[in-house]
């Protein structure tokens, strides 16, 4: 019977990755600033990445869109064995991919569930072609409709990392309060903070390292957003060691901060109240 929080305004998540052996990053960084100038959160995920950390940081970040760029011509890997990933969570994903890709593969790219796919040249224009169909194909996600106590109770329950992270998405759309009264079990919480540049995700990434070999352990990045209203999340793209990225014990939600407040988000307390609902004993 309580009065339902007020739900703030937010841009969709899309979860930009290179992948495979992939280590060009200076168009990537072109990209991303183009889709957070678009109206995306840019969740920049770093360079070589396997099918195995696209999926995993897809479904903690619980983006709307994933979008991969592949430019060694090992696309079709590197998709099919992500999408077999992905339709194994049972839930529905929206997948994006560009880079070298011939014409006559996207049509098999997409019998494995990729959404939408892009090849190169310059037929191709990121804003007459790629930005529109991406901001097209993002209004297909329904991660909103959702019953958020019963996503609760599978997080007490087992844990369950899609219920985690859609949890995570409920609590961070609302003003405050959506928790209610409901109670966590205690839990060791420790803040970074220091100005751009200080070194604040590599040392996060060492303390992942140690914490994750006994622990259960996750990461709240909280970044502020651009001038242009949307945000470029690059915490990721400092934590690339695939121990720390891929380990079932590390958990990383990347936070947009629209409202400052104390350093972190005012949905930052009740993110950490649902993780140690889920059995993290270090956040």
């Not at 194994?88 to 991919?97: D, F, M, N, Q, Y």
Request: glycine share 10%.
């Amino acid at each position: 019977g309580r009065r339902w929080p007020v739900r703030v305004r937010k841009f969709p998540r899309i979860l930009f990755a290179k992948g495979g052996l992939d280590g060009h990053d200076e168009g990537s960084d072109i990209a991303a600033r183009q889709l957070r100038d678009s109206g995306f959160e840019v969740i920049y995920t770093s360079v070589y990445q396997t099918p195995e950390e696209i999926a995993k940081q897809a479904i903690e970040e619980d983006v709307d869109v994933i979008g991969i760029s592949i430019h060694t011509g090992a696309h079709e890997p590197i998709l099919k064995d992500l999408m077999e990933i992905l339709n194994s969570t049972g839930k529905e994903w929206i997948v994006v991919a560009g880079g070298l890709i011939p014409k006559k593969d996207h049509a098999r790219l997409k019998s494995f569930g990729v959404t939408e796919v892009f090849g190169a040249g310059a037929s191709v224009s990121m804003e007459k072609d790629v930005l529109p169909k991406i901001r097209e194909v993002a209004k297909g996600s329904n991660k909103y409709t959702v019953d958020f106590l019963g996503l609760i109770e599978k997080v007490r329950a087992d844990g369950d990392r899609l219920s985690l992270s859609a949890a995570l998405t409920q609590i961070d759309s609302f003003s405050q309060g959506i928790l209610g009264n409901i109670s966590r079990p205690e839990t060791h919480v420790v803040g970074l903070s220091g100005s751009g540049g200080s070194g604040k995700s590599s040392l996060l990434e060492e303390l992942l390292d140690i914490a994750r070999q006994e622990f259960k352990v996750a990461a709240i990045c909280v970044d502020p957003p651009s001038a242009y209203g949307a945000v470029v999340l690059g915490d990721r793209y400092r934590i690339r060691k695939y121990e720390v990225s891929c380990d079932p014990n590390v958990f990383i939600r990347s936070v947009a901060a629209y409202e400052s407040w104390k350093g972190v988000t005012k949905s930052v307390p009740d993110m950490i109240r649902v993780f140690s609902l889920a059995g993290y004993e270090i956040i």
